[in-house]
């Protein structure tokens, strides 16, 4: 049995408040920017390229099950992650989808995969026979590395893959797929390069009589900048949460951010006086002045090494938090917000009045950029859906 913990139950006995009441924090995320994003590609693609939306680490921290359902109202084909928990996740929702299972899970998780309804990925053979002797009906997408040297069968085996899966009666090819490389050095060479041994690959299945259903091998930087590696279907990820790096690709995408806001509370605010003694020396921390205590800490996403440079809104003014970084609380400068009191909000990203804190500026910050921002969301901040 599969036991995911969840305090709800618990919530709605006692009658409290929702999650984000009681821990004073939470993500604000926008569905609706994350349906026009699926718009935006959709209405670039041929009719007949589907979607496999990639929901990797927990939909790129918004919630792989609601982002799943939302994509799924738009018509997306089909959904990919590596864990089980977002798998999982998504299922909950109801969404009863194509779901390919990148490389992650071992055979030990047959029975959850099978119950799942998962298509598992399958770079070689000794992975097909594992796989096989746990699985009787089995639905695979073999993988190939173009040249990523990750997981994937290298271009000159995996045709003899192909042969081993198409041979075995219990075992359905749904596809082939790829996953462009993102080493230096990057660039329209390399990724031409890296279509080209695709090419070559399905050319040689087709001889063969093997070419499976589905060739797919762009990501949101293939989506944007390779329309003519769109094949039968495409996995973007990053492209759905409105990142998209080095944009201005040959396919221009207006797109919006999914994560619109990061808050949380002051937990305290307090007149430093001398009778706490020495003052440690800590950039910024002064007899007198004004100190507040936001709510969140490195154990929530935000840098442990936190730089000197970082501000938030309170009241609608920028105060600067003070390192060092606490796991779940870190110090604020109050000196001009003097009317901050208990319970404030602080707002880490968005909008508070007339002040915003920008992805980038934030990404920068926390010495990350926009897509490894998504990253650092951590899974127990509740997630409030606009
Ligand atoms: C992460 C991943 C994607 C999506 O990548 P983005 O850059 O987020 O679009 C697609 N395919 C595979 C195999 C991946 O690992």
Known sequence: MTTIANSRPLLDQTGMCDDATLRGSCYEIDLEAIRHNYRQLRAQLGGHVKVYACLKRNGYGCGAGPVAAALASEGAYGFAVASLMDAIAIRREGVSHPLLLYPGPGIAAARTIEALGLTVSISSIDELRQWRSVIGSLSVFIKVDLGFFRAGATPLSVCDLLAAAE???RVRVEGIYAHMSELPPAGSQMAQAQYGRMRAVVMHAERLGLRPPLVMMSSTNGVLNHPEM???AVDPGALFFGVAEGSLGSRSMPLQPALKTVRTRLVSVKRVD?????????????????????????????PRQ?????????????????PPSHLEHIRIDLSDVPDARFGDEVVLLGKQAHQTITHEE????????VVGLYGLLRDHIPKIYL
Do not use: K, Y
Request: aromatic share 4%; no cysteine; charged share 25%.
């Open 362 to 369: 934030i990404a920068s910050q926390w010495g990350t950029d």
């Open 306 to 322: 936190l730089p000197p440079n970082v501000t938030a809104l309170v009241r609608g003014r920028r105060a600067r938090l003070l």
């Open 274 to 302: 001398r009778s706490l003694g020495t003052v440690p020396e800590i950039a910024g921390l002064r007899r007198g002045m004004l100190l507040g205590v936001i709510g969140m800490g490195w154990g929530d996403g935000l």
């Open 230 to 232: 769109d094949f039968d």
């Open 167 to 169: 041979d075995d009666q």
